[in-house]
């Protein structure tokens, strides 16, 4: 019949019947394996659909008969984690935090659920290492403004800094003598030259002589007659080499003349007791911190742990 196939004759198989340049294709026939499992496939997908959420709708997909989602087997997952949790946070939530150092393993287990915490709320600010950055404090070095045992530390982020909708946060106020005209500006020089020297970054004279009398009559009341700081007011020493806002002298003398006034978030109300509790353990871990088994003497005598 003039309708039938042609037939390749090299190879025995039938012509689709059209043709491109001379170019014929070849009607060869798929493997039965391929076909086979394209068949698997389709009644795999029917079964997906029916058993699995497959179809969207207007605010959901179908549910499926097996009622599997996604955000369920996360609900799941994240209940395992807690109820494998619960003994620890427990006991964590039991003792109080000046005792923890008496317990290595929960202050081990402390540090690392504070490390994630950490990572989710304070690296912003604080950096991933702790390292902190001009106006955010370096949290591995060995000064404090506020106190560094864990129990200070512990307040400070319950708390926070200068939040003033809260009363029992940390609070300080270093006057603005330049902004407020309480010094000249001829005398905020001297006094900046008599600070810059009591880290070793200046050569003592005459301003820095002048600068030292300015000193103990608006300075000393806070930061000390030997400008060692006072931690009850979280005024920093201003005699080692750490400047939370920069030790050169235009950062100095910006300090002086319009004062700094850093504030933290209190977390008190934003994380449970026993994460604030990790958070303080893991900075207090991160070479810092100061007291450690002092405090654990000192509370099991019944005084308060030391701030210094």
Same mark, same amino acid.
């Given at each position: 019949?003039?309708?039938?196939?042609?037939?390749?004759?090299?190879?025995?198989?039938?012509?689709?019947?059209?043709?491109?340049?001379?170019?014929?294709?070849?009607?060869?026939?798929?493997?039965?394996?391929?076909?086979?499992?394209?068949? $698997?496939?389709?009644?795999?997908?029917?079964?997906?659909?029916?058993?699995?959420?497959?179809?969207?709708?207007?605010?959901?997909?179908?549910?499926?008969?097996?009622?599997?989602?996604?955000?369920?087997?996360?609900?799941?997952?994240?209940?395992?984690?807690?109820?494998?949790?619960?003994?620890?946070?427990?006991?964590?939530?039991?003792?109080?935090?000046?005792? @923890?150092?008496?317990?290595?393993?929960?202050?081990?287990?402390?540090?690392?659920?504070?490390? $994630?915490?950490?990572?989710?709320?304070?690296?912003?600010?604080?950096?991933?290492?702790?390292?902190?950055?001009?106006?955010?404090?370096?949290?591995?070095?060995?000064?404090?403004?506020?106190?560094?045992?864990?129990?200070?530390?512990?307040?400070?982020?319950?708390?926070?800094?200068?939040?003033?909708?809260?009363?029992?946060?940390?609070?300080?106020?270093?006057?603005?003598?330049?902004?407020?005209?309480?010094?000249?500006?001829?005398?905020?020089?001297?006094?900046?030259?008599?600070?810059?020297? @009591?880290?070793?970054?200046?050569?003592?004279?005459? $301003?820095?002589?002048?600068?030292?009398?300015?000193?103990?009559?608006?300075?000393?009341?806070?930061?000390?007659?030997?400008?060692?700081?006072?931690?009850?007011?979280? $005024?920093?020493?201003?005699?080692?080499?750490?400047? @939370?806002?920069?030790?050169?002298?235009?950062?100095?003398?910006?300090?002086?003349?319009?004062?700094?006034?850093?504030?933290?978030?209190?977390?008190?109300?934003?994380?449970?007791?026993?994460?604030?509790?990790?958070?303080?353990a893991y900075v207090h871990s991160l070479g810092g911190g100061e007291g450690g088994r002092s405090e654990l003497a000192a509370a099991e005598r019944g005084a308060a742990p030391s701030a210094n």
């Amino acid at each position: 019949m003039a309708d039938e196939k042609r037939v390749d004759e090299p190879t025995g198989t039938h012509l689709v019947g059209h043709e491109w340049d001379g170019i014929e294709e070849l009607d060869t026939p798929m493997p039965r394996w391929w076909l086979w499992t394209f068949y $698997a496939t389709i009644v795999w997908a029917l079964g997906y659909v029916i058993l699995y959420p497959a179809w969207p709708m207007v605010n959901r997909a179908t549910d499926g008969l097996l009622g599997w989602s996604s955000r369920g087997q996360l609900e799941q997952e994240l209940a395992a984690e807690r109820e494998r949790q619960a003994p620890v946070r427990r006991a964590l939530a039991a003792l109080p935090i000046e005792q @923890l150092h008496a317990r290595p393993d929960l202050m081990q287990a402390a540090v690392e659920g504070g490390r $994630a915490a950490f990572r989710v709320n304070c690296v912003q600010c604080h950096g991933s290492g702790a390292a902190g950055s001009p106006g955010y404090p370096n949290l591995n070095d060995d000064e404090w403004l506020w106190g560094g045992d864990i129990a200070s530390i512990h307040h400070s982020i319950v708390h926070g800094i200068r939040q003033p909708d809260h009363a029992e946060t940390r609070m300080s106020q270093m006057p603005a003598f330049g902004r407020d005209g309480l010094l000249q500006a001829a005398e905020i020089d001297d006094l900046t030259s008599y600070v810059r020297g @009591l880290s070793g970054k200046h050569v003592a004279g005459a $301003a820095a002589r002048r600068g030292s009398a300015l000193f103990a009559t608006n300075c000393a009341s806070c930061h000390g007659a030997d400008a060692k700081g006072d931690r009850a007011v979280g $005024a920093p020493d201003l005699t080692d080499a750490i400047w @939370l806002y920069g030790g050169d002298a235009a950062a100095i003398r910006t300090s002086i003349a319009n004062s700094r006034y850093g504030v933290m978030p209190r977390w008190g109300h934003r994380l449970d007791p026993v994460t604030l509790k990790m958070l303080a353990a893991y900075v207090h871990s991160l070479g810092g911190g100061e007291g450690g088994r002092s405090e654990l003497a000192a509370a099991e005598r019944g005084a308060a742990p030391s701030a210094n």
